[in-house]
């Protein structure tokens, strides 16, 4: 393998990271005023996580269904105010208990 594409590509690679975090701090010098953007730019973190745990949750297991089981528990667990070790504990308990049976 050659040294200069790899190189090449690791400069490219920083270059376009840096430009991500840099312009929007070149652009935007004030502080956003308006509320429509605030919101926005507030779920943006959450929108993001989402979409990237989500498939990952439904592909992990063995089933589709023991993985829909197991996302079940978790979302009902944590409407419940548990903390997050006994609301991992319970859906990985669920898909355990739902594999076995499958």
């Not at 652009?27 to 956003?32: E, P, S, T």
């Not at 989402?50 to 197991?70: C, D, R």
């Amino acid at each position: 393998m050659e040294i200069l594409p790899l190189i090449l590509h690791i400069i490219v690679m920083a270059v376009v990271t840096y430009l991500v975090r840099m312009v929007p701090l070149a652009i935007f010098r004030k502080k956003i005023t308006n509320r429509f953007i605030r919101s926005f730019l507030h779920y943006i973190p959450y929108a993001v996580l989402a979409a990237m745990t989500f498939p990952a949750i439904l592909q992990s297991t063995a089933s589709p269904i023991s993985a829909a089981i197991g996302l079940g528990v978790a979302v009902v667990s944590a409407c419940f105010d548990l903390g997050l070790l006994p609301v991992a504990l319970l859906s990985c308990a669920a898909v355990f208990v739902t594999e076995f049976f499958l």
